[in-house]
């Protein structure tokens, strides 16, 4: 759902993506970048096929098709080193994340081909994932918000520690954190598909319900 500044995620799109995924991914202001497509703020009930392209989905059709996808939201982060003398965090909101492999375990993410996080991400190997709770809405929402603040002044904001394999922010009151070194990046159309072993995992006791991304909006379990 959805980057340092285009959001940067310019990744983040409406959650797949930002620099912030997500897609994109995020709701309505949000960065297109977040869940490895683009999904529309309020997708239409019947979206008619074009004219003269028999077999070929529109983007209209593909984009109102994937909306009704509900995904879990991440927040995707990593330490920048070449961001000023001692480096800074950056972060990226994102629906586009999943598990690929167990033996080994591997994760994949969905970032926009270009984007802020694109390119930290192909030079710096080390990142993690922080799932994020319902009462994250708005830490998801700033995360995956174009034109927003730096990274480095949102993460003031934010409740978080620097991983001890990764040095990358993990939120304070996630679900589940993960963090993981990239094993290989695959081009997809206008998206890079990130995938990396996870080197640890960490299980908080928070209460409550994943925060969701559904129809163009983020959501929660009823």
């Avoid at 995904?71 to 982060?77: M, N, Q, R």
């Avoid at 949102?154 to 993981?180: D, N, S, W, Y």
């Amino acid at each position: 759902m959805s980057q340092h500044g285009e959001a940067r995620s310019r990744d983040v799109g409406r959650p797949v993506n930002g620099s912030g995924s997500a897609a994109r991914c995020g709701p309505r202001g949000a960065d297109r970048t977040v869940a490895g497509v683009s999904l529309p703020a309020q997708p239409s009930e019947s979206v008619p096929h074009r004219e003269g392209h028999a077999g070929e989905v529109s983007e209209e059709e593909f984009r109102g098709a994937l909306a009704r996808l509900a995904a879990g939201v991440v927040l995707v982060t990593a330490h920048d080193d070449e961001e000023g003398p001692h480096g800074a965090p950056a972060g990226m909101t994102a629906t586009a994340f999943m598990s690929v492999s167990l033996d080994p375990p591997l994760v994949l993410v969905s970032v926009r081909t270009g984007s802020r996080m694109d390119e930290l991400l192909e030079r710096q190997p080390l990142w993690a994932a922080s799932l994020l709770p319902e009462e994250h809405r708005v830490i998801a929402g700033r995360f995956a918000m174009k034109g927003r603040l730096s990274d480095r002044l949102l993460f003031q904001e934010v409740p978080h520690i620097r991983g001890a394999a990764t040095g990358a922010p993990l939120l304070k009151g996630a679900l589940a954190t993960v963090e993981c070194r990239t094993e290989r990046r695959v081009a997809a159309g206008d998206h890079t598909l990130v995938i990396a072993r996870v080197l640890s995992a960490a299980l908080p006791a928070v209460p409550g319900g994943p925060l969701l991304y559904y129809r163009g909006g983020y959501r929660h379990l009823a």
